[in-house]
């Protein structure tokens, strides 16, 4: 009997007579040709959350009436939902001051969980444009994050960054460069007294 045939990421259309027997192989007769049929053995069984299996014995008979038989086991997954972002930001995040270049892992863990029905998932992120200036120091730029499962749904979750790129220091516009006379006895003010501990008798 051959191992099961998977059909992975797919929800296949219901099988058929003649899709049995192309999967059970050639047949061989030493007299002859045969006639060969094929039936379920039962309907599709769930196994197990989205997993399904069948069965088919497909029969191989020659012309004295001997025959053979072979079963051929199925199994797929049935997967119509996305799966989902558990907390996609809302709001954009600020990287704050000259940060390193946003790389895809990062827009990945900031995306959040992905959780899917039948299964993992597989998760990219791809920049959807250039960092854009929005506005002297400040820039921008969103992340497209894709969760796809094996059966080809998928979600979608944008991550926005902010951020700052300032690498100048500020400048006094007139820093004086002489010292200033502030003439006779002017009012400073009252340096702080340093009390010494009272000694112990």
């Not at 094929?38 to 069965?55: F, H, I, L």
């Not at 200033?180 to 010494?196: A, K, T």
Request: aromatic share 4%; with cysteine.
């Amino acid at each position: 009997m051959p191992d099961g045939i998977d059909r992975p990421g797919l929800q296949p259309a219901a099988i058929t007579e003649a899709q049995a027997i192309a999967d059970a192989g050639t047949v061989t007769d030493a007299c002859g040709t045969v006639d060969v049929t094929a039936v379920a053995d039962a309907p599709a069984t769930n196994t197990a959350g989205c997993k399904w299996t069948q069965t088919w014995t497909v029969t191989a008979t020659d012309a004295c009436g001997n025959d053979a038989t072979c079963q051929v086991t199925y199994t797929w997954t049935v997967d119509v939902d996305d799966p989902e972002f558990a907390a996609c930001p809302t709001a954009s995040i600020d990287l704050d001051c000259n940060p390193a270049a946003i790389t895809e892992a990062q827009a990945i863990a900031d995306a959040g969980t992905v959780t899917d029905a039948c299964g993992t998932v597989d998760v990219t992120a791809v920049a959807d444009a250039p960092a854009t200036n929005t506005a002297g120091c400040k820039w921008t730029q969103t992340w497209t994050v894709t969760a796809t499962d094996a059966c080809g749904n998928d979600a979608t979750c944008q991550v926005t960054y902010t951020w700052t790129v300032d690498v100048d220091d500020p400048e006094f516009a007139a820093c004086p460069t002489a010292s200033i006379d502030l003439d006779c006895n002017p009012v400073l003010p009252s340096p702080r007294l340093r009390l010494s501990p009272m000694p112990v008798r």
